[in-house]
């Protein structure tokens, strides 16, 4: 019990009670109960992100399949067979990666490490994360093997790990981030910079979906890549250090046996910090389509979001084979001087069939095309054909030539 000993104190106790009051709801005849006691209810939580209102890039293509609603700020779903940009929100929009950064490093560590050799950590490695942050808890002088690292970099998304694989490769992680930005480029990428190897919030640390979709489909074509980041578990066995058995489980949880599973998926990489909200690649396959979905900035995982783009990329679209008989093309006069050809037309060839990824239930008929002579250090200038539905790309071909030089 609280006594009251003096009038102005009581006058103050009503005052101060009469603030909370006035804080807690407004002063309404809706915000009282029948007693006339305030009511204080809790701010309501948004059924959906802002962002999930929002429509797809591709929404727009003439007769393109209209995309599903996600969660995610942005997204690309990419088929890695022919390039073709399934769907597309704010794919250009620059955001935080955060761990699917590591794709590149396993890349770049898939493209210039021995994967069969053996490495000790070094002290700058095994020490140079944040507290907190995903780890095996690595000590320096810790040997492991290529494939052991590799895994715990894809599959526990092991910071000192990504450091240590840096060192390897470029012989500093500076180095090895001139070489991530370098890859990045040659991949394509137009809007992408990094400052680490392990996605650690930085602000000149960034890429978008669309770019992020052209790396992972390098990556894929990586066969050592493809090990690693389709591969669910994983042991590294007591090393020189460590006296326990590390047991190691791909995060993606979309893979068989997970508590998202779906059907089709291959494999991919997770990632999360607060500046970035979830970040997800995932691999995919059913029938002849194979497509790599990128979201950036959502929530739950983004599992969510790439079920629903998947539902999109399988229910709506197909791989179709072209006709590429036609492999004449008109020679400039001085081509046909140099080429020593006296015809007015000097046939290319396939060296492998060509496909286009388009809507169900179109054709090639439905498909434009455009042609570009590309320079080729490794022989005779190559001809690339690119196909478009709609002014869209979806699919090309790269023909070789093949000349026929005088006697």
Known sequence: MIIINKPHSFFAAVLCLSLILSCAAPASAESTDASGDPVVTA??????SAYYDQAADTDAIPGWPTGPNIEGQAAVVMDINTGAVLYSKNGDTRLYPASI??????????ENLDQSSSFSMSESAAYGIESGSSTIYADTGEVFTMEQGMMALMLESANEMALELAELTSGSVKKFVELMNQRARIIGCTNTHFNNPNGLPDETHYTTASDMALISRAAYSNACFRKYCTTDYYEIPATNVMAETRYLRNHHGMMAGHD????????????????AGNTLVTYAQRGSLTVVVVVLNSTGGGYSDTASLLDYAFGNFQLISLDTSDTGRALL???????????????????????ATVPVGADQSLLTESQELLANAAGMPRLKTTYYYNDHEVGFGMRYERTILSD
């Open 333 to 355: 006069p001085s081509q046909q001087s140099i080429l020593g050809d006296d015809a007015d037309t000097s046939a290319f060839y396939y060296k492998t069939q060509s496909y």
């Open 43 to 48: 701010t309501p939580v948004p059924e959906h």
């Open 101 to 110: 950064t590591k794709i590149m490093t396993a890349l770049l560590a898939c």
């Open 260 to 275: 998202y599973a779906y059907d089709g998926v291959l494999g991919g990489k997770t990632g999360y910090t607060e500046a």
